[in-house]
C-alpha cells in the first residue's frame, strides 16, 4: 500500500479506478511559499518541485505519491482561484488563449525520491463570453474552487476549449500512466 500525500478527489478516484491501494496524508507544504521562493523558475520545475515537497512532507517507509498541477497562460503563472470573482477574472483572462498545464509527481521513500516526472498539455481556450462565464460559474462555483485553470475536464469544464493535446489523466491533476509505470518498477505493483 502506498501513501498519497494529497486531499485531492481526483487523484484518489484514478488510483481506486486503478486498483491502487493507498492511504490518502494531507501534505504539510505551504505551496505559496515554496512557489514565492522559485520567483522565475519555468513552471514545469516549480510543479516537480511541489509534488516532490509533499512526497517528502510525509515520507516513511512507504512509497509516498506527490503530485501538483500548475497553470500557465502567456507566460504567467495561475494559482486556484481564491473567490468566485477571482475565477471569472481568470476565465476571461484565458479566453482564447493557449493553456499549458503542468502536470507532475514525485514518489518519495526514508525521506529520499525515489522517482519524479513531469509533464505539460496545451489546451487551447475557446473565446468565452461574459454570459458563458457567468453560466459557467453557476453551476461549476464552489468545485472549480479546488481547480488550478478554473475547470474539471471531467464535468463542464470540458466546454471551456476547442483543442486539448496531451494526456487525460495529467490533465485530471496525475500522469497516472508513468505513475503506474514507476510503481512496478519500484516493486509496488506487479508487473
Avoid at 28 to 53: C, I, K, S, Y
Avoid at 143 to 153: E, L, P
Avoid at 171 to 188: M, T
Amino acid at each position: 500500500m502506498i501513501v498519497l500525500a494529497s486531499g485531492s478527489a481526483s487523484r484518489a478516484a484514478m488510483l481506486v479506478a486503478a486498483g491502487v491501494a493507498f492511504e490518502a496524508r494531507a501534505p504539510r507544504v505551504d505551496e505559496r511559499v515554496l512557489e514565492a521562493g522559485m520567483a522565475g523558475t519555468r513552471a514545469d520545475q516549480v510543479a516537480l518541485a511541489l509534488a516532490e515537497a509533499k512526497a517528502l512532507s510525509v515520507s516513511d517507509s512507504r512509497l509516498v505519491l506527490g503530485s501538483d498541477s500548475l497553470v500557465e497562460v502567456a507566460g504567467c503563472r495561475f494559482d486556484k482561484p481564491t473567490s468566485r470573482e477571482q475565477a471569472a477574472e481568470h476565465l476571461a483572462g484565458f479566453s482564447g488563449r493557449l493553456m499549458q498545464l503542468h502536470s507532475a509527481a514525485a514518489i518519495a521513500r526514508n525521506g529520499e525520491i525515489a522517482w519524479r516526472h513531469a509533464e505539460v498539455a496545451a489546451l487551447q481556450v475557446r473565446e468565452l463570453s461574459q454570459a458563458f462565464i457567468e453560466d459557467y460559474l453557476a453551476v461549476e462555483w464552489p468545485a472549480v474552487a479546488q481547480c488550478v485553470g478554473v475547470f474539471r475536464i471531467e464535468a463542464r469544464g470540458v466546454q471551456l476549449f476547442e483543442r486539448i493535446d496531451g494526456d487525460h489523466f495529467a490533465i485530471l491533476g496525475l500522469p497516472l500512466l508513468p505513475v503506474l509505470g514507476a510503481l512496478r518498477e519500484l516493486g509496488e505493483l506487479p508487473a
